[in-house]
């Protein structure tokens, strides 16, 4: 058995690369889905068909537990995955399978609160908000997940999302260092004429924006802390697996990159990220 790991593309290997850091031993499937990658410009119903195909994929590939890597994906398509498809789907192959997200794990971090916190009573808002800004995909701005569930969470932050519609083709395709720089300092200062003034925290809440991290945190003024969704993954995912013993992650190291797409080596700025060259199979 094995933990499979899914995005639309190469975004999700800074998942993966935190919950490889994590779970050492444990046995991983990485899938892309670069023949369709990006979804973040999708239709909510793609965005569900698709993440529905890649997560068939990886339990026919012999994961138990599939995790979205994909900001997208999970704010588009897991809960009508797991409230529709997925119950008929375990029942059929009759063995323990699940699909987690990163968002539950990233609000939880962002909050300071276990999503078990949800409150049953309106919170009490404060005047000062330490105010959160949020870069993504359009498709991840316009469901709101960040917004509502963190404003039913806290009274003391007020979260702005800034789309950025180009950025994630931008890194799958190896874009330049001036090009990404330029892209990226023109959403940091979308996103502050928009506040009124740069955000206090900020969450990179599209995986592939982690890969270039340093250009957001060479845009932000100095300092501004970077919720890290991959560590708050990795240790979300495993502390699941401590407390679901049925969801077998393996324990030969076991690492297999696959693709819909071309398969063969990653471009540079993976390779960068990575610390080696990162070449994908064909699925
Ligand atoms: N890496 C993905 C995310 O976290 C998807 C980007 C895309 O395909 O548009 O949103």
Same mark, same amino acid.
């Given at each position: 058995?094995?933990?499979?790991?899914?995005?639309?593309?190469?975004?999700?290997? !800074?998942?993966?690369?935190? @919950?490889?850091?994590? @779970? *050492?031993?444990?046995?991983?499937?990485?899938? #892309? %889905?670069?023949?369709?990658?990006? /979804?973040?410009?999708?239709?909510?119903?793609?965005?569900?068909?698709?993440?529905?195909?890649?997560?068939?994929?990886?339990?026919?590939?012999?994961?138990?537990?599939? &995790?979205?890597?994909?900001?997208?994906?999970?704010?588009? $398509?897991?809960?009508? @995955?797991?409230?529709?498809?997925?119950?008929?789907?375990?029942? =059929?192959? #009759?063995?323990?399978?699940?699909?987690?997200?990163?968002?539950?794990?990233?609000?939880?971090?962002?909050?300071?609160?276990?999503?078990?916190?949800?409150?049953?009573?309106?919170?009490?808002?404060?005047?000062?908000? %330490? &105010?959160?800004?949020?870069?993504?995909?359009?498709?991840? $701005?316009?469901?709101?997940?960040? +917004?509502? +569930?963190? %404003?039913?969470?806290?009274?003391?932050? =007020?979260?702005? !999302?800034?789309?950025?519609?180009?950025? =994630?083709?931008?890194?799958?395709?190896? $874009?330049?260092?001036?090009?990404?720089? $330029?892209?990226?300092?023109?959403?940091?200062?979308?996103?502050?004429?928009?506040?009124?003034?740069?955000?206090?925290?900020?969450?990179?809440?599209?995986?592939? /924006?982690?890969?270039?991290?340093?250009?957001?945190? =060479?845009?932000? *003024?100095?300092?501004? *802390?970077?919720?890290?969704?991959?560590?708050?993954?990795?240790?979300?995912?495993?502390? /699941?697996?401590?407390?679901?013993?049925? /969801?077998?992650?393996?324990?030969?190291?076991?690492?297999?990159?696959?693709?819909?797409?071309?398969?063969?080596?990653?471009?540079?700025?993976?390779?960068?990220?990575?610390?080696?060259?990162?070449?994908?199979?064909?699925?």
């Amino acid at each position: 058995m094995a933990i499979g790991v899914f995005d639309s593309g190469v975004g999700g290997l !800074s998942v993966h690369h935190a @919950l490889v850091r994590r @779970l *050492p031993t444990a046995d991983f499937v990485y899938l #892309a %889905d670069q023949a369709h990658t990006p /979804y973040g410009g999708r239709s909510g119903e793609d965005i569900v068909n698709l993440t529905q195909a890649g997560c068939e994929r990886l339990f026919d590939q012999g994961c138990s537990l599939v &995790v979205l890597a994909c900001n997208t994906a999970a704010a588009v $398509a897991l809960r009508r @995955l797991q409230q529709t498809w997925l119950p008929t789907y375990r029942g =059929a192959k #009759a063995r323990p399978l699940n699909i987690l997200g990163i968002i539950v794990p990233t609000i939880e971090a962002a909050t300071g609160l276990p999503w078990t916190h949800e409150p049953t009573q309106p919170v009490e808002k404060v005047e000062h908000v %330490d &105010v959160l800004g949020i870069f993504c995909t359009p498709a991840t $701005a316009a469901s709101r997940v960040y +917004e509502i +569930e963190i %404003d039913k969470r806290s009274g003391d932050v =007020a979260v702005f !999302s800034e789309a950025c519609p180009t950025l =994630a083709r931008q890194i799958e395709a190896g $874009a330049g260092e001036e090009e990404l720089r $330029a892209a990226v300092e023109a959403h940091v200062a979308s996103l502050s004429r928009r506040i009124g003034r740069p955000p206090d925290r900020a969450i990179l809440g599209c995986t592939h /924006y982690e890969i270039i991290a340093a250009l957001f945190r =060479a845009a932000l *003024p100095v300092g501004t *802390p970077l919720i890290h969704q991959p560590d708050a993954t990795a240790e979300a995912i495993a502390l /699941y697996l401590r407390r679901h013993a049925q /969801y077998d992650p393996g324990s030969s190291g076991g690492r297999l990159f696959l693709t819909t797409g071309a398969a063969g080596l990653q471009n540079g700025l993976v390779e960068q990220f990575w610390g080696s060259p990162v070449s994908f199979d064909a699925a």
